[in-house]
């Protein structure tokens, strides 16, 4: 008797259509239950880390997140993928080759025609992180850019386990710094009214959780505390900024206790980090 393959992805019923070069393709969807996902800790940059499970192996959920087109490589959000239009359509098509190119820097040998393997999921945040460029301030382009380099940076990592000594570790630090300026930039484009969020639905960022605004006010706290300038001169600055930018979790809503216990765990850690390294600088 044969032994039952172990499916962790179905291709969806719903046909996609490429608005950049007008391919049709179904995308491929993580198989949920049956023990297949098994959540492990949470991350300080709020990420699930999940157990490999006896009967399924490892499973990265990540890597079936973007939405690519596996002609063009045209890449975005799910609900954003048939919605470009316009000049943004344009600009995706003169951009085909340098798309490309780029992506295969990354990675030489990328097919997103197969299932996916953590390579085609890393390089297809990197897509979606580029692919938002095309789109117009009403999709709030650079918070879901900044939410892209995040999830490529973590499959980067997990790709240096796998493969250590092949510089995965060090793309992953290129895009964690990536992540870093797009938040804060997200943050400074809001407030300015250059560039909504509101078009920003579920933000994250991993999976499994939505931490709403407020997570993405944490991780440019976070991440600027970690990735940020390290000239002393401009670090100070930059942190006495993250410190008022994480210092406004704890002043929005009625309550603490209505806010998720990690965000605010991690939110009171790295703020004592920045105040005490703040301090000392002062001394």
Known sequence: ????????????????????????????????????????????????????????????????????????????????????????????????????????????????????????????????????????????????????????????????KKAPKQNYDWLALLFRRKAQFLYNEAIRLEQSGKETLSAMKVFGPDTDKNYAYEGVLYLCAYLCYKFGPSDPGQRKYSLEDARRTIAKIFGMGKSSRDKPGPLLDHARQIYDAINKELNESDE
């Open 1 to 160: 008797m044969e032994e039952k393959e172990l499916k962790v992805s179905f291709l969806s019923k719903r046909e996609y259509e490429c608005p950049v070069c007008g391919a049709k393709f179904r995308k491929e969807e993580l198989l949920s239950g049956g023990g297949r996902l098994i959540a492990g800790p949470m991350t300080e940059e709020l990420h699930r880390i999940y157990e490999p499970s006896v009967k399924y192996g490892e499973i990265f959920p990540l890597i079936y997140q973007a939405t690519v087109c596996p002609e063009c490589w045209f890449a975005a959000m799910d609900q954003d993928f048939e919605e470009l239009s316009g000049e943004g359509v344009q600009a995706a098509q003169k951009d085909r080759e340098g798309r490309l190119k780029d992506a295969m820097r990354l990675c030489r040998s990328l097919d997103f025609s197969s299932p996916r393997g953590l390579v085609e999921g890393a390089v297809s945040q990197y897509l979606v992180m580029r692919c938002y460029q095309y789109y117009d301030k009403n999709f709030s382009p650079t918070v879901k850019q900044g939410l892209a380099a995040l999830r490529a940076a973590w499959l980067f990592d997990d790709l240096d």
